[in-house]
């Protein structure tokens, strides 16, 4: 091989190894993001079945009022 074509090889490596850093970067990165996801979806989960409890609480306690006329 041409020295020339070498040094074309190389940096062509040079290159796709850089992409693939910067790819891995970005695929943790969104990794991390996903699992903060996840706990705020778990987190919502239980302050809606918290919320629920404490309106069926409130609804079975409640005492009716009779309507005026």
Known sequence: MSDE???L???KLVHLELA???LSDEMARQQK???LLRE???QLERQ???ASQ???AASATAVEIPPHY
């Open 20 to 22: 693939l850093q910067e």
């Open 54 to 56: 404490e309106a069926a």
């Open 5 to 7: 074509r070498i040094e």
């Open 40 to 42: 705020r979806g778990r």
């Open 9 to 11: 090889l190389e940096t």
């Open 48 to 50: 809606i079945e918290s």
């Open 33 to 35: 993001d996903i699992e």
